[in-house]
């Protein structure tokens, strides 16, 4: 009887694409190391720590062949702490991204659900022309003595936020057209589900692209709105960046902002550097940074520069060496980001963190 079942099994996995040229694939990202931070809360500290160079992904995606050049998409996606074991970052599974759609080769790309908007899909890795580059990892993302930025639901108030380290949009309708001589344009709203008011609680991305040969260019603009009181909160933010490369030598730039409508606190930064493939195992990166806030952020701001050396043993796995340094202004305190504990500010306008880490893909 079991032999049976069994049977029954695998003829049923096996035979499945005869109803439809269709495939699932699982698929993830791990990232573990060990990270000396030389000022967290007054005291130095050496910890493990996961999740830096990439996130802990665990991906399920599908596609199903439509016929006449359209597909049906999906894609379910879990972020975890590889050292707890945990679901990140909301502590639901799929909570990084879970969305349905449609992809047509002629009209575009529609997706509904939880997904990212255009700051992290144009300027970070949504496109294979994004503005950043491999080498920067979380701790070189956007933080600095900005708390008093005050993004509703940020664990530090400031933490990434330009918002491409990944953020997602929940209940959202997502649209990118095909690309037509090297441009592409995409358009995000998000229902804010209140009754009687269409606009409350809602959100909304743009994003323009260009690619051609060796350069590309992105622009992304997003506005989310919380509910504050009896009012209503949003952050805006906008962002423009590209690259150009020069054989084994890939150079980029960026400027990005941010807007509190609420406190009026809003920040800007610039950002150039390069990513060099000495060989088909070592590359070397490095980029600096400069984030300015406003009267409402105290008029703080930080320099940060990161160096990333990186060796590839093979396809799928990579040992790396980051250092990451923030000096701020006298009197405020830095805080480079990915460092999320209460109080993990510096006391002093300086920062530094060295990492060592190992990254695999499957």
């Known amino acids: 009887m079991r032999k049976r079942n069994l049977l029954a099994i695998c003829v049923l996995l096996t035979s499945s694409p005869v109803f439809a040229q269709s495939s699932v694939t699982l698929s993830g990202i791990m990232d573990a190391g060990i990270s000396y931070i030389s000022n967290e809360s007054g005291h130095s500290n050496t910890k493990f720590d996961d999740g830096i160079a990439f996130p802990n992904i665990l991906r399920l ?93 940020n664990p530090t108030g400031a933490f ?117 493939q000495i060989d088909a195992a070592w590359a070397v990166s490095a980029n600096y940074m400069y984030m300015d806030g406003n009267a409402a952020l105290s008029n703080n701001h930080a320099n940060q520069g990161t160096a990333t050396l990186s060796y590839t043993l093979s396809k799928r796995s990579t040992v790396y060496l980051t250092g990451v340094y923030q000096r701020a202004n006298s009197g405020a305190n830095a805080l480079i980001n990915g460092i999320t504990t209460p109080n993990g500010s510096s006391s002093s306008p300086n920062q530094f963190i060295a990492r060592v880490g190992f990254e695999t893909e499957f």
């Open 61 to 153: 995606t599908g596609r199903e062949d439509l016929g006449g050049g359209t597909t049906a998409i999906f894609e379910l996606m879990d972020q975890y702490s590889i050292g707890t074991g945990s679901i990140l970052p909301g502590q639901s599974l799929f909570s990084r991204t879970a969305y349905v759609g449609l992809d047509d080769r002629s009209l575009g790309k529609l997706t509904l659900g939880n997904q990212y908007d255009f700051m992290t899909d144009s300027l970070t890795f949504g496109f294979n022309d994004a503005a950043t580059f491999p080498g920067v990892g979380l701790y070189g993302f956007r933080n600095g003595p900005f708390n008093k930025l005050a993004i509703p639901g």
């Open 160 to 276: 990434d936020w330009d918002r491409m380290a990944g953020e997602r949009i929940q209940n959202s309708v997502k649209y990118l057209t095909p690309t037509f001589a090297g441009f592409s344009a995409g358009a995000m709203y998000s229902f804010g589900g209140v009754p009687g008011s269409i606009g409350a609680n809602n959100a909304c991305s743009f994003a323009l692209n260009y690619s051609a040969g060796p350069a590309g260019f992105n622009a992304a603009y997003t506005n989310v709105k919380y509910p504050v009181a009896q009012s209503q909160l949003s952050i805006q933010n906008w962002g423009v960046g590209g690259h150009y490369t020069f054989g084994k030598l890939r150079t980029i730039a960026l400027f990005t902002t941010v807007r509190n409508s609420a406190n009026h606190a809003a920040i800007w930064e610039g950002q150039v550097g390069a990513l060099y």
